[in-house]
Structures are given as C-alpha cells and as structure tokens.
C-alpha cells in the first residue's frame, strides 16, 4: 500500500524548517536557519525570528515541494508545529500550514515539537521501535521518556531549571564563544581537557531529573578563583569541562532510566544530541550494557521538517482525525502530560 506524503512545517525557534516525507522516506528537507541574524544578540530575539519565518516559509515550502519533485496536490496531509516554543513564530508556520490545508482541501495534522524530536529516529533507522529510553535535549526543553508505544509516552524526568541546550548556550555566551552555544562549547572542547575542573554534576539524588542552572555560578566562581591564583587554563579545558559536566549528568541520568526500566535500546533527540561528546559517551554506555542505540544524525538532532511529518504520518496511518482548522498553537504544551 502507499504511504502517506507528508509535508512537515517547523517554525518553533529560530529555523524555518520544511520538509516532505513519504511513509518515513524523507524525500526533501529544506531550512532557513536564522542563526547569523540572532548571533548579533547573543540569543533568540521572539519577534525577529517570527518576521524572519514569515518571510522565508513561502519559498521554503515551494523548495521542499519542488526537490521532492512533487505538486502540492499530491500531498496527502499538512502537518506544522503546534507547540512548544515561542508563540509568534509557532503562529507563522501553524498559519501557513492550515492555510495550504485549507486550499488544497487536504487534512491538517498539529504536532507537537518534542513527539517530532522523538519520531527524528525513525526517519533513519527502521529497528528504532518501543519500548525504548528517550532523552530529548534541546534549547527549551529536558527530558527522559519511556516510549511505551509511540504515543505512549511516560515522562521520567526532565530538567528542573533550565534545559540541557540553554545551559550550553549560557556558558557559551559567558566564555564569550557566541551564539548558538551547543555547537561552539562542542568545537571548542575538542583539543581541551575536560577534567582540567570538577565542575558540579547537580542532582545526584534523583536518578532521572537534571538540574543545570547552578552550573553557571560554579564555572563563574571557579573561574574568578582561578585568575586570582594565576592558574587560568586555557579555553578549551574549560569549555571541555563544562561540556563533561553537562554530558555526564545527561548520560547517567538516562542510563539510570534504562536501568530501572528494564529497556533494551536507547535513543536521544533535540539539538543537544549533535554534541559529539554526548554521542561517544552514548555510544559507549549502550555498547559496555549490550543494548541498542538510536541516534539520528546531526541533521536530524537539530529542528527539522521531516520530525514533523513524520509525526503526522504516524497520525494518518493510525487512522487519528486531522486537527480542526480553527485549533491554534500551544506555546506551553509539554510532551506526555
Ligand atoms: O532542538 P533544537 O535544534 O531547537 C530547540 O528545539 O530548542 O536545539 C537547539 C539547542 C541549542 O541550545 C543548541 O546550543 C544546542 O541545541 N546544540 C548543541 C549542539 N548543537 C546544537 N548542544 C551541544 N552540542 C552541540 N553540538
Ligand atoms: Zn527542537
């Protein structure tokens, strides 16, 4: 049978992402990151990036339909990101998605941002199924959940502060290393020795939650200390341990989920799963219990269309009801609750 041919819009943050995906075959993913114009400030300005998305959905959508090599009537359903995120960007991808629904006649199908970085997966690995252990690590969000089925999802613990990439982003903008912080604190620890300081690992007591907001004022006091003492290390020591500090905590903490699960393989989601640290330390953990691993590639970590469709193909051929078009976006809407 034919699956369905999906187009997946995200515009949750700060990339306008498009994409259309056949069954779980991505045919064309496209995206207009905005990087460049937030890195003046130092992070996400909320209404320069919905401008931006307004500006770059259209050609964005007509890219993704033309290197699919398909007419928009083809199409069997529009899915667009209905939340988290920030709600003037939400609200332009939400909009133009319901709006070519509209006037193609096609069914709508609202996602939700995170399921997306749980799906991006399947979009590369067809033995990725439940009951899996799925840490999502992003620039707004942390956590560990317990795929029951897709769909059936148990939050087992999740930041309770700021988010794993938020974390990286801060540190980032502190080291004066810019903006986004994930891929720059990852670049510059690689030549760096991470255990140069024993940068506090929060939380210990709880086995699946984290806790990174502390972390700043511990590098800020240790540094300030180190420069009274005139043994301030380089740059990349101190990079690569923060970055070990924050790897270590989301590797533990995760495994420890695997652990109490009982769960066989293990898989990650979200911007903060590029970082190629995270990913060896992973990849090791996974080998050493003999379980599987499910890590999409950097492409796929970070937002991307194809998570969105492949969420609503999943909706069509579980045979859910498309979302009315009057629904809106959900700025706040939290995965599993
Ligand atoms: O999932 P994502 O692309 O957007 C959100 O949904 O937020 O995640 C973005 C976050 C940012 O905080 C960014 O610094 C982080 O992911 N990130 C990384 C890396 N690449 C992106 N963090 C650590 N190492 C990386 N290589
Ligand atoms: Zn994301």
């Given at each position: 049978?034919?699956?369905?041919?999906?187009?997946?819009?995200e515009t949750s943050c700060?990339?306008?992402?498009?994409?259309?995906?056949?069954?779980?075959?991505?045919?064309?993913?496209?995206?207009?990151?905005?990087?460049?114009?937030?890195?003046?400030?130092?992070?996400?300005?909320?209404?320069?990036?919905?401008?931006?998305?307004?500006?770059?959905?259209?050609?964005?959508?007509?890219?993704?339909?033309?290197?699919?090599?398909?007419?928009?009537?083809?199409?069997?359903?529009?899915?667009?990101t209905?939340?988290p995120g920030l709600?003037?960007a939400l609200?332009?991808?939400?909009?133009?998605?319901?709006?070519?629904?509209?006037?193609?006649?096609?069914?709508?199908?609202?996602?939700?941002h995170?399921?997306?970085?749980?799906?991006?997966?399947?979009?590369?690995?067809?033995?990725?199924?439940?009951?899996?252990?799925?840490?999502?690590?992003?620039?707004?969000?942390?956590?560990?959940?317990?795929?029951?089925?897709?769909?059936?999802?148990?939050?087992?613990?999740?930041?309770?502060?700021?988010?794993?990439?938020?974390?990286?982003?801060?540190?980032?903008?502190?080291?004066?290393?810019?903006?986004?912080?994930?891929?720059?604190?990852?670049?510059?620890?690689?030549?760096?020795?991470?255990?140069?300081?024993?940068?506090?690992?929060?939380?210990?007591?709880?086995?699946?939650?984290?806790?990174?907001?502390?972390?700043?004022?511990?590098?800020?006091?240790?540094?300030?200390?180190?420069?009274?003492?005139?043994?301030?290390?380089?740059?990349?020591?101190?990079?690569?341990?923060?970055?070990?500090?924050?790897?270590?905590?989301?590797?533990?903490?995760?495994?420890?989920?695997?652990?109490?699960?009982?769960?066989?393989?293990?898989?990650?989601?979200?911007?903060?799963?590029?970082?190629?640290?995270?990913?060896?330390?992973?990849?090791?953990?996974?080998?050493?219990?003999?379980?599987?691993?499910?890590?999409?590639?950097?492409?796929?970590?970070?937002?991307?269309?194809?998570?969105?469709?492949?969420?609503?193909?999943?909706?069509?051929?579980?045979?859910?009801?498309?979302?009315?078009?009057?629904?809106?976006?959900?700025?706040?809407?939290?995965?599993?609750?």
């Amino acid at each position: 049978m034919r699956r369905p041919l999906v187009l997946g819009i995200e515009t949750s943050c700060d990339e306008t992402a498009v994409a259309v995906v056949e069954g779980l075959e991505v045919r064309s993913s496209v995206l207009a990151s905005q990087t460049e114009m937030h890195a003046r400030f130092g992070g996400v300005v909320p209404e320069v990036a919905a401008r931006a998305h307004v500006e770059a959905i259209r050609p964005l959508v007509h890219q993704a339909l033309a290197e699919a090599g398909i007419y928009s009537d083809q199409l069997d359903a529009i899915a667009a990101t209905r939340g988290p995120g920030l709600i003037g960007a939400l609200m332009v991808g939400f909009a133009f998605g319901k709006a070519m629904a509209w006037s193609l006649g096609k069914p709508f199908y609202g996602i939700d941002h995170m399921e997306g970085h749980l799906f991006s997966p399947r979009l590369e690995f067809d033995a990725y199924r439940p009951p899996v252990v799925v840490l999502l690590a992003s620039g707004g969000h942390s956590q560990i959940v317990s795929v029951r089925e897709w769909g059936d999802y148990e939050t087992l613990g999740a930041t309770i502060d700021d988010a794993a990439g938020e974390a990286f982003d801060k540190l980032a903008r502190f080291l004066g290393l810019g903006y986004p912080g994930g891929p720059a604190i990852d670049a510059a620890s690689q030549d760096g020795d991470p255990s140069a300081f024993a940068f506090p690992r929060a939380l210990r007591d709880r086995p699946f939650d984290f806790s990174f907001s502390g972390l700043k004022t511990a590098v800020v006091t240790r540094l300030e200390q180190a420069k009274e003492d005139g043994t301030l290390p380089p740059r990349a020591d101190v990079a690569a341990s923060i970055q070990e500090a924050i790897v270590d905590v989301l590797v533990d903490k995760t495994f420890n989920a695997v652990e109490a699960t009982g769960a066989r393989a293990v898989a990650g989601g979200g911007g903060v799963l590029a970082n190629r640290r995270l990913r060896r330390r992973f990849a090791e953990e996974a080998e050493r219990r003999g379980i599987q691993l499910f890590l999409p590639s950097p492409a796929y970590c970070t937002d991307n269309g194809a998570m969105v469709a492949a969420v609503g193909v999943d909706r069509i051929e579980g045979g859910a009801p498309p979302d009315p078009l009057g629904s809106d976006v959900d700025p706040g809407m939290i995965l599993g609750a």
